[in-house]
């Protein structure tokens, strides 16, 4: 049985298509279940969460206790058709690539295979080392990122890649399929990476590759963003990272921005030693960063794409060294949301694109879908916020 889409892919270039960030791993692989126990999926982190102070918001709990299973076709279809509904205009899923390696690729495949699932969607290929932290930087580590710098490599890639390029559902600007990449610094020789992607595109029938770079912070060196298109910001710590953020946390964010632009293996120490030895709570103030986020701040040389959020809360992950955003309700992020909207039509893009963390990062506190304590609030500030500006 298809799905009856709410929106067109090619719609017009005015409209606002805003994309959610789509978070795989709530479905048991056998590398999580060596590493993490039988059956281990990251509902075991949501479950796991744990109030640090009165009144605060955890655990979260899907509506209905439904801790859905992302290897069946029927919890994507759910998905598809309540985003729909709620006015999104597609999914980007986050893609998890070793050097020839997948994991938990299932839901991308589930796309792929099923083409009644008539919804636009891209990849974003988050590269980073998996360890025990869940950040990629501690010394357990459980499956190392290496980008090999050969075309035998590159092409390895590529042909997977293809298959959602070239499938007609892809996300596009002027006809070029989005690609999205987290951490394009750690990618050696890049530039021929991608123009070595964009020749074979074009002998397999495409006008080209439009690659997107997922901006939390600023890089010390951007030299890697050449051969990018655009970027997008990812947030809400492309905010915190900015020289302009100003809040009572400043000194944590000054010493994150000192931090990344250390080199690799010192960034690599000294969060060892923060995660062995610092056990207290970071907070941040939701309507300050929101406030940054609708300031329009172009990037010099590339397309800019704004991002949103609407919560943030990794307690269900860091325990007692948590990040949480203070003030997130379904009331305020339509407030903020309204007022993004609103300032597309000043940012003079290719397409009216805004990326949205996230649709499902449960374990992270920032998702879309409804649950016990909110219901469906957040689809409808999403939704009221965007028929808000289309019928201005």
């Given amino acids: 049985m298809g799905i009856s889409r709410k929106q067109n892919i090619e719609a017009p270039d005015n409209s606002i298509k805003l994309i959610a960030m789509y978070f795989p791993q709530l479905h048991a692989i056998p590398e999580n279940d060596e590493w993490w126990g039988k059956g281990f999926t990251d509902w075991d982190n949501v479950k796991s969460g744990v109030p640090q102070y009165d009144g605060h918001h955890q655990p979260r709990i899907p509506l209905k206790n439904n801790y859905y299973d992302q290897s069946e076709l029927e919890t994507l279809r759910w998905q598809i058709n309540l985003a729909q509904q709620y006015g999104v205009h597609g999914f980007c899923h986050y893609h998890y690539w070793f050097d020839g390696k997948q994991l938990l690729e299932t839901p991308t495949n589930l796309m792929l295979e099923n083409k009644e699932l008539d919804f636009p969607f891209c990849l974003s290929w988050a590269n980073e080392t998996w360890s025990k932290r869940w950040d990629g930087r501690d010394h357990h580590i459980l499956i190392q990122q290496t980008h090999p710098a050969t075309k035998h490599s590159w092409k390895k890639h590529y042909d997977y890649l293809i298959k959602a390029w070239k499938d007609p559902r892809a996300i596009k600007v002027d006809g070029k399929p989005v690609f999205v990449i987290y951490r394009p610094q750690r990618i050696e020789k890049i530039d021929?990476?991608?123009?070595?992607?964009?020749?074979?595109?074009?002998?397999?029938?495409?006008?080209?590759?439009?690659?997107?770079?997922?901006?939390?912070?600023?890089?010390?060196?951007?030299?890697?963003?050449?051969?990018?298109?655009a970027i997008f910001q990812f947030q809400p710590f492309e905010a915190v990272g900015s020289p302009s953020y100003n809040t009572r946390s400043i000194r944590h964010s000054q010493l994150f921005k000192l931090v990344r632009s250390l080199p690799e293996k010192y960034q690599d120490l000294l969060r060892g030693l923060r995660a062995k030895f610092i056990k207290e709570l970071t907070f941040h103030n939701y309507e300050e960063a929101w406030q940054h986020i609708v300031e329009i701040r172009p990037d010099n040389k590339l397309t800019t794409y704004p991002g949103a959020f609407v919560d943030w809360d990794n307690t269900a992950r860091y325990k007692k060294r948590a990040t949480i955003f203070r003030g997130a309700t379904p009331e305020r992020f339509y407030f903020w949301m309204k007022k993004l909207v609103g300032t597309m039509s000043e940012r003079k893009l290719p397409q009216n694109f805004i990326f949205l963390n996230a649709w499902n990062e449960w374990s992270e506190g920032t998702y879309l879908e409804p649950d016990e304590k909110t219901s469906h609030q957040y689809l409808e500030a999403l939704e009221k916020a965007l028929s808000t500006n289309s019928n201005n």
């Fill in 192 to 229: 021929g990476m991608l123009a070595y992607w964009r020749e074979l595109a074009v002998k397999d029938g495409l006008p080209g590759l439009y690659f997107i770079f997922q901006k939390q912070y600023e890089l010390p060196n951007s030299d890697c963003l050449n051969s990018f298109d």
